[in-house]
């Protein structure tokens, strides 16, 4: 039987060795679904509850293993699914290829059914690379350059194919006029580095300061050992920014967590009362949080030249891949006595985590959803993997979950979208198939589209060598991010029509799919309960019954913050007495170390 255009694509695939493929199917790819049946399912069709659900599932794998995500959708509908997944990929500099069908050639332009625009639809999220194959002959390179780019430049590319193409027999291009060839997959690989004269400049800014600060991004993820033999001859303190939680272990005294919001008071104090600082494959965008313009004297490294300069007045920007940048760079620092300088950072830190640690432990009705992170933070094993949806549970994951060992951890960092984490565990899970897996999820996120996908790891389970993946509901009945946000930045009360959830059981839910489940009501059960789901051998929903009360209160909370929720709680929050007590008892342990 004559290769069809479909067979090619997977052919293609494997040879790029592309081990699955995220995506729900459709008539527009119905030559390739079909396929997938010839080639025995190699690459494996993994099959979502919903498109969009394919792309954030193509996302945590590419964040996990450093390899391209493929995501496969239908036209029209299929690939308006994918969007919001794509443009996480795009935000996050993630490599991710989207594969969607269109109307048939003969159809285009006739308003048929399901028929899009997806030239115009695409776009923007691929903009680096977005191509329509029209004929067999151009597939090869088409296919190849998507993978490319996307390897490449860490973004989003996009093959548009025709349905009726698919099912014609595949003629590959010919060493002729108009056709285009293309070279065996292969991923190109290089390694960036700064002009040495930009080095020792760089040197020379590093090595006059006396107070040194180093920020670090998912940039240096490849490069921590020369990131803390800089911190070591420097003495300085290093931040984390949320897509760089896991650059560095928690358990470094000179390491003071995550910078923003989310952030840390030491890192606050760092940034605070530095007079230099190193940025590391960080473009964290909020730079209110960076030192004041004027104060510092700053470095910036990363690979991406277009974002140097960007967040601070940098002096020195060294467009180069981070590991290759900072061994050029080693020599030519000076071991510098900033003893005082370190020993306040250790100090800092060390009093943070004691603080954590009794802010978790802080009474609240009926669980503290600190407690839940901190309780999990001293349990994990050190291979795990951690997801993180978007909500006020985020506070949590970026405060109290210390990194250690060889965890991993990621969330929707840039687009900050709902719904990532229970598929992001997904792609995790088929990146690492023998390491197990944690989501932290709202319930909101949960409600969103987390319950369908429980249906997909239910599936797939038996695939994975080890099928522990736990998913943590935080359950309060809240979307309570937004409604801390309305309080924190709008002066506004809760708007209980905007902002409450219908109550559910999320542990019967998953019960019926088989899954291990514990609902927790009780602090004291949290210990046990990650104990139990950690311990098991099969995927696990913990479901806690959380305070939606507790306050995200960062630790540089503004007086304009902290007017704006008093204005909130004097118009007629329906848990003004409440909200006051958690948040005068959260914000008083950071005042009281050790007690």
Known sequence: MAETVGDQVLRRLREWDVEQV??????????????????????????????????????????????????????????????????????????????????????????????????????????????????AEQLPNALDRALRTAWGQRTVTAVIMPNDLQEQTYSPPQHEFKHVP???????????????????????????????????????????????????????????????????????????????????????????????????????????????????????????????????????????????????????????????????????VSEWWDTMRQQAMLSAEPVNPQRVVHELSVRLPEDAI????????????????????????SLSGTLATMGAGVPYAIGAKFAHPDRPVVALVGDGAMQMNGLAELLTIARYRELWDDQRLVVCVFHNDDLNQVTWELRAMGGAPKFEESQTLPDMSYAAFAAALGFDTVS????????????????????????????????????????EQMTSTAEALAKGDPNTWHVLMQGAKTKLQEFLPGR
């Open 386 to 409: 951690i997801t993180a949806d978007s909500g006020s549970s985020t506070n949590w994951f970026a405060r109290n979950l210390r990194i250690r060992g060889r965890m991993r951890a």
């Open 520 to 559: 927790v009501d009780d602090p004291e059960q949290l210990g046990p309960a990650w104990e139990r789901v950690l311990g098991g051998r099969g995927p696990a929903l913990l479901d806690v019954r959380c305070d939606p009360e507790v306050p995200p209160i960062p630790p540089h909370a503004t007086l």
């Open 182 to 348: 293309s070279a065996p997959p292969s991923t190109p690989r290089s390694v960036v580095l700064p002009p040495e004269d930009e080095i020792a400049r760089a040197a020379e800014v590093l090595n006059s300061g006396e107070r040194v600060a180093i920020l670090v991004g998912q940039g240096a993820r490849n490069a921590a050992h020369e990131v803390s033999q800089v911190a070591e001859l420097t003495g300085a303190g290093v931040a984390k920014a949320l897509l760089g939680k896991d650059v560095l272990s928690d358990e470094l005294p000179y390491v003071t967590g995550s910078i923003g919001l989310l952030g840390t008071r030491p890192t606050y104090e760092l940034m605070r009362d530095c007079d230099t600082l190193l940025i590391v494959g960080s473009n964290m965008p909020y730079s209110q949080f960076l030192p004041e313009f004027g104060q510092a004297r700053a470095v910036q490294i990363d690979v991406d030249a277009g974002v140097l300069g960007m967040r601070y007045p940098t002096e020195v920007n060294l467009a180069g891949e981070a590991k290759a940048t900072l061994r050029a760079l080693l020599p030519q620092l000076r071991r510098k006595n900033a003893a005082s300088w370190r020993s306040g950072i250790e100090s800092s």
């Open 22 to 135: 995220f995506g729900y199917p459709g008539d527009g790819i119905n030559g390739i679904v079909a396929a997938f049946g010839e080639a025995g399912n190699r690459p494996r069709f993994v099959q979502s509850r919903h498109e969009e659900m394919s792309a954030f599932a193509a996302v945590g794998y590419a964040k996990f293993s450093g390899n391209v995500g493929v995501c496969l959708a239908t036209s029209g509908p299929g690939a308006i699914h994918l969007l919001n997944g794509l443009y996480d990929a795009k935000l996050d500099h993630v490599p991710v290829v989207a594969i969607v069908g269109q109307t048939a050639r003969t159809a285009m332009g006739g308003s048929y059914q399901q028929e899009v625009d997806l030239q115009a639809l695409l776009a923007d999220v691929a903009s680096a690379y977005l191509v329509e194959v029209n004929t």
